[in-house]
C-alpha cells in the first residue's frame, strides 16, 4: 500500500475515533467482576427476581443523588432474594445516570450471564447485585480496577508529590462530607503556569465516613506509579486524577470531553525516493486538511446541540417528575417496587381500610418499616389533593409530624409512603371503651403537649406556614412511646409569610372540628386551626367525640357540656370517668380552659398556639375569661358550602367528609 493512501487511511481511522468518543456511540464497560462462588438456573426464581430488581434499578436512576438501593424477595426459604443498588457519578445530570444504568442492566447480564453475584462498572455509573445483603456493608471482595495513561511525565516526583497531596485533599473532602446522600468532591491543583491536576473522589453514600476514608486511601496506594492520569475503582469507591478536565465543577448537562489524544505522526517517506516525499506530503494535507476542517465545524455544531438539549433535560428532571410532582424533598418510588415490599398488596400485609384505600405494611430495602397507603380510584383524593399532600410533608421535619418517605404516581395509581407508626391513631384508644383506660392523665397530657407543639411547628417555625384544615383524633398517630404526630395534609393550605387568613368555596373537613367560619362562610386561617385543637383537646379530657354526642342532661354537644360545667364552676366534671382519682388537678383545669379559649366563636378571642403551648407549660399563669363557645351543633347556626350534604362518612354518622382520605384506620 502506498504512503499516501496509507496515512489517509490513518487520518481517517483517527477521524472516526474521535467522532466516536465525542459523539458517545461507544458505551463500553470499564469492566466488571462476575465471581463463580454462586450460580443460578435461567428458570430459577432468583432469576426472575433478578429481573424485577434491575427493572427497578433502572426506574430509579434519575434519583438526584444518584444512588439508589433495593431488594427483591425473601419472603420465605424459597423466595430467594436479591439486593442490589446503583451509583452514579457525583458530576453527572440524571438523564446521563439513567442512560449508563440502562446499559448497565443489559450488560451486565451479558457478560455475567448465571453468576448471584456482579459487579459492573462504566465511566459514569456502577451497578452491583447478589444474593446477601450490600447496602451499608462494605465488599470485602478487594477487586480494584485500576486505569492508567501510558505517558509519563517530565518530571515524575515532583508531579507525583502534587498528585498525592491532592488526592488526600480529596479524600478528606468525601469522607468528611457530611450529607446523607452523597459522598462526592472534586479538586484542582496548578502544578506550573500550563500545568494542573484534576482530581475526583466518590464513595457510597451509604458508607460510614470511616469507610469511606478506609476505601480511598487503600485504592491511592494502587496509583504510585508516575503517571499523566490513572484511575482506580472499586465497589465501594473510586477516585481519579488527570491533567485535563474531566469532571463538570457544576450539574451536568453532557459527558466530559474526552482526553486530548495522542497526535499521530505521518512516517517518514522511504529512502531514495527524492522529490516523491514532497509530493506525498502534498498529498497528505489536500487530504487531511479538509477532513479535519469539517470534523472540527461538525462537532462544534454537535456538542452544542447535545450540550443545549441536555440542559434542558436536567433542568426539568431536576424540577419535576412525570406527575407533576416536585421531587426535591420526597423520593418517587416505581410501582414495581412497591408491590415487591407489599408482596403485591396482599391482604397479609393489610392493616386498615377505610373509604381512601387500604394501608399496607411493609419494609424498604434499608430495613425501615413503612406504611403504604394506596389511594382507592374513588377515595375523593384527586391529584391536586395528591400532589398537596406530597409536596406540603416532604418539607416538614418535626418529631410530632408523621414523616413522608415517597409516593407512587404511576397511571390511576397513587400511593403515599410514611413512617410506620406502631400505636395506630389516637381514636383508636380514645373513644374504645375497652382501650381508653390504655391512656392515663399523663398520657393524654403528653398528646396534648405533643399536638400543640407540631401545630405551633406548623403555624410559626416551619420555614411554610401551613393551614391543616382537617384536624380530629383519626389524624393523630401515636408512636411505640405515645408521642402524638399529625397526619394527613391531602387538605392543608401553604399560607405566604404575611399572609393571615385565605377564602374558599370549596369547604372540606369533617364537620364538628370545623370553625364556625370556615363551615359557614369558607374562610380559614391558623385560628381555625386552633378551633380544631381545642375541639380535640376537649375530646381527649372526656373521652367523648365531639360528632354523635349524648349525654343524659340533655346537653346536644360536647362544647355545650364542657361550658356548662365551666360556667357552674364544677369543670372536673366532664373528666373522664376511668381516669379514677390519678391525675393533676391544675393539669385538667387548665386543659379544659385552653379548649374553652380555642372555641370561641369570635376568631380573635382565640389565642395563638405560642400562647397555647405558653399556658400548658405554666398552667398556674393567669387564666385569660372565656366566653361561650360557638354552639355550632346548637340549632343556631347551619353548614353552608357546596360540598355540605356530599359523601357522608364510614365511620362517623354525624361527621360529613368530603375528603374520606382523612378518616385514618388504625395502623
Given at each position: 500500500m502506498d504512503s499516501p493512501f496509507r496515512c489517509f487511511l490513518l487520518g481517517l481511522g483517527y477521524t472516526l475515533c474521535i467522532f466516536t468518543l465525542f459523539a458517545g456511540v461507544s458505551s463500553q464497560p470499564l469492566g466488571q467482576l462476575c465471581p463463580n462462588t454462586s450460580t443460578y438456573a435461567p428458570n430459577s426464581n432468583y432469576r426472575a427476581n433478578l429481573n424485577l430488581l434491575l427493572s427497578a434499578l433502572s426506574s430509579n436512576a434519575n434519583r438526584q443523588n444518584g444512588f439508589y438501593n433495593a431488594t427483591v424477595g425473601g419472603r420465605n426459604a424459597s423466595?430467594?432474594?436479591?439486593?442490589?443498588?446503583?451509583?452514579?457519578?457525583?458530576?453527572?445530570?440524571?438523564?446521563?445516570?439513567?442512560?449508563?444504568?440502562?446499559?448497565?442492566?443489559?450488560?451486565?447480564?451479558?457478560?455475567?450471564?448465571?453468576?448471584?453475584?456482579?459487579?459492573?462498572?462504566?465511566?459514569?455509573?456502577?451497578?452491583?447485585?447478589?444474593?446477601?445483603p450490600l447496602y451499608g456493608r462494605r465488599d470485602q471482595s478487594s477487586?480494584?480496577?485500576?486505569?492508567?495513561?501510558?505517558?509519563?511525565?517530565?518530571?515524575?516526583?515532583?508531579?507525583?508529590?502534587?498528585?498525592?497531596?491532592?488526592?488526600?485533599?480529596?479524600?478528606?473532602?468525601?469522607?468528611?462530607?457530611?450529607?446523607?446522600?452523597?459522598?462526592?468532591?472534586?479538586?484542582?491543583?496548578?502544578?506550573?503556569?500550563?500545568?494542573?491536576?484534576?482530581?475526583?473522589?466518590?464513595?457510597?453514600?451509604?458508607?460510614?465516613?470511616?469507610?469511606?476514608?478506609?476505601?480511598?486511601?487503600?485504592?491511592?496506594?494502587?496509583?504510585?506509579?508516575?503517571?499523566?492520569?490513572?484511575?482506580?475503582?472499586?465497589?465501594?469507591?473510586?477516585?481519579?486524577?488527570?491533567?485535563?478536565?474531566?469532571?463538570?465543577?457544576?450539574?451536568?448537562?453532557?459527558?466530559?470531553?474526552?482526553?486530548?489524544?495522542?497526535?499521530?505522526?505521518?512516517?517518514?517517506?522511504?529512502?531514495?525516493?527524492?522529490?516523491?516525499?514532497?509530493?506525498?506530503?502534498?498529498?497528505?494535507?489536500?487530504?487531511?486538511?479538509?477532513?479535519?476542517?469539517?470534523?472540527?465545524?461538525?462537532?462544534?455544531?454537535?456538542?452544542?446541540?447535545?450540550?443545549?438539549?441536555?440542559?434542558?433535560?436536567?433542568?426539568?428532571?431536576?424540577?419535576?417528575?412525570?406527575?407533576?410532582?416536585?421531587?426535591?424533598?420526597?423520593?418517587?418510588?416505581?410501582l414495581a417496587t412497591i408491590q415487591v415490599i407489599t408482596d403485591d398488596f396482599s391482604p397479609e400485609r393489610k392493616i386498615g381500610e377505610g373509604g381512601y384505600g387500604s394501608v399496607y405494611k411493609g419494609k424498604l430495602p434499608t430495613g425501615q418499616e413503612v406504611a403504604i397507603k394506596r389511594l382507592s380510584r374513588n377515595s375523593g383524593q384527586g391529584a391536586q389533593e395528591f400532589r398537596m399532600e406530597v409536596e406540603v410533608v416532604a418539607k416538614l421535619q418535626h418529631r410530632n409530624l408523621v414523616r413522608l418517605l415517597g409516593f407512587c404516581s404511576e397511571g390511576e395509581e397513587k400511593i403515599l409512603i410514611y413512617e410506620f407508626v406502631s400505636n395506630k391513631s389516637l381514636d383508636y384508644f380514645l373513644f374504645d371503651p375497652e382501650k381508653r383506660h390504655l391512656l392515663d392523665w399523663s398520657k393524654r397530657y403528653k398528646i396534648i403537649e405533643g399536638i400543640a407543639r407540631g401545630l405551633l411547628y406548623l403555624h410559626e417555625d416551619s420555614r411554610l406556614r401551613i393551614i391543616h384544615r382537617d384536624l380530629k383524633a383519626g389524624n393523630i398517630l401515636l408512636d411505640g412511646d405515645m408521642n402524638a404526630k399529625i397526619a394527613d395534609f391531602g387538605m392543608a393550605k401553604i399560607f405566604g409569610v404575611d399572609q393571615t387568613q385565605g377564602n374558599t368555596n370549596r369547604v372540606v373537613g369533617t364537620y364538628g372540628y370545623m370553625s364556625p367560619e370556615y363551615a359557614m362562610h369558607g374562610h380559614f386561617s391558623v385560628k381555625?386551626?386552633?378551633?380544631?385543637?381545642?375541639?380535640?383537646?376537649?375530646?381527649?379530657?372526656?373521652?367523648?367525640?365531639?360528632?354523635?354526642?349524648?349525654?343524659p342532661s340533655g346537653v346536644q354537644d360536647l362544647l355545650s357540656y364542657a361550658w356548662k360545667h365551666w360556667r357552674d364552676g364544677t369543670p372536673l366534671g366532664i373528666l373522664d370517668p376511668v381516669l379514677g382519682e390519678s391525675y393533676s388537678r391544675n393539669e385538667v383545669i387548665q386543659c379544659i380552659h385552653i379548649g374553652l379559649l380555642c372555641v370561641q366563636e369570635d376568631v380573635d378571642e382565640r389565642p395563638t398556639m405560642a400562647n397555647v403551648d405558653l399556658m400548658l407549660n405554666s398552667y398556674s399563669a393567669t387564666r385569660s375569661a372565656t366566653r361561650e363557645p360557638a354552639f355550632f351543633y346548637s340549632g343556631r347556626s347551619e353548614p353552608k358550602g357546596e360540598e355540605s350534604d356530599k359523601s357522608k362518612s364510614k365511620s362517623m354518622p354525624w361527621s360529613i367528609n368530603e375528603m374520606s382520605i382523612t378518616e385514618l384506620d388504625p395502623r
Open positions: 423466595d430467594a432474594a436479591v439486593h442490589g443498588l446503583l451509583m452514579c457519578r457525583g458530576d453527572v445530570s440524571a438523564g446521563v445516570c439513567t442512560t449508563c444504568v440502562g446499559d448497565a442492566t443489559v450488560a451486565v447480564l451479558q457478560r455475567c450471564p448465571n453468576q448471584m453475584t456482579a459487579t459492573i462498572w462504566y465511566d459514569y455509573c456502577m451497578l452491583r447485585y447478589s444474593d446477601v477487586v480494584i480496577l485500576i486505569l492508567r495513561n501510558a505517558q509519563n511525565d517530565s518530571q515524575p516526583e515532583r508531579f507525583m508529590q502534587s498528585v498525592r497531596n491532592t488526592l488526600d485533599q480529596v479524600v478528606t473532602l468525601v469522607a468528611n462530607d457530611e450529607s446523607p446522600d452523597r459522598k462526592f468532591a472534586t479538586r484542582e491543583t496548578n502544578v506550573t503556569g500550563s500545568e494542573s491536576i484534576y482530581c475526583l473522589g466518590q464513595c457510597r453514600p451509604d458508607l460510614s465516613g470511616l469507610d469511606c476514608q478506609t476505601c480511598l486511601s487503600s485504592s491511592i496506594q494502587q496509583l504510585q506509579i508516575p503517571s499523566l492520569g490513572a484511575r482506580t475503582i472499586t465497589s465501594d469507591c473510586n477516585i481519579r486524577y488527570e491533567t485535563y478536565s474531566f469532571y463538570n465543577s457544576t450539574a451536568a448537562s453532557a459527558p466530559p470531553p474526552p482526553p486530548p489524544p495522542v497526535p499521530i505522526r505521518p512516517p517518514p517517506p522511504p529512502t531514495g525516493e527524492g522529490n516523491s516525499g514532497n509530493s506525498s506530503s502534498t498529498v497528505i494535507i489536500a487530504i487531511v486538511v479538509p477532513i479535519v476542517a469539517g470534523f472540527i465545524l461538525f462537532i462544534a455544531i454537535f456538542c452544542f446541540m447535545r450540550a443545549k438539549k441536555a440542559k434542558k433535560q436536567i433542568t426539568t428532571t431536576e424540577q419535576t417528575d412525570v406527575s407533576g410532582i416536585s421531587t426535591e424533598d420526597c423520593l418517587q418510588y416505581d381555625s386551626d386552633i378551633y380544631s385543637f381545642g375541639v380535640l383537646l376537649l375530646e381527649i379530657v372526656t373521652g367523648k367525640k365531639n360528632t354523635n354526642f349524648s349525654d
